[in-house]
């Protein structure tokens, strides 16, 4: 299990991980539009789970600092953790109690 911050709000969505010297927690968007992220300003490695509206994580990508990506189709949630933090795989369920 891992706590889960969410960017819930403009500015959490804006900075994301930027600045930050390491977390031991993940941190979910939920995109209204867009689902192209990048890796500017990160100070470490992350894992990124791209899931659709029914929380399926369909796309994992591991990215460097200074990178961009964009998932194969377009994601209603992104789920950022620090590279290995925790082993999730295409096709498991997100269970979120906040949502």
């Known amino acids: ?4 911050k969410y ?3 403009y500015i959490k969505r804006l ?3 930027m600045f930050k010297k ?3 927690y993940g941190l979910l968007f939920i995109l209204k539009y867009g689902s192209s992220i990048h890796t500017c300003f990160m100070n470490f490695t992350i ?5 659709d509206e ?6 994992k990508v591991t990215l460097k600092p200074w990178k961009f ?3 194969s189709k377009k994601a209603k949630y992104i ?3 620090k590279k290995n933090h925790i082993n999730l795989k295409k096709g498991e369920k997100l269970e979120l109690n906040k949502l």
């Open 1 to 4: 299990m891992i706590e889960i």
């Open 7 to 9: 960017a819930d709000n």
């Open 15 to 17: 900075l994301g991980l």
């Open 22 to 24: 390491d977390i031991d």
């Open 47 to 51: 894992d990124v789970y791209f899931l």
């Open 54 to 59: 029914n929380k399926i994580i369909f796309e």
């Open 69 to 71: 990506y964009k998932p």
């Open 79 to 81: 789920l950022e953790t």
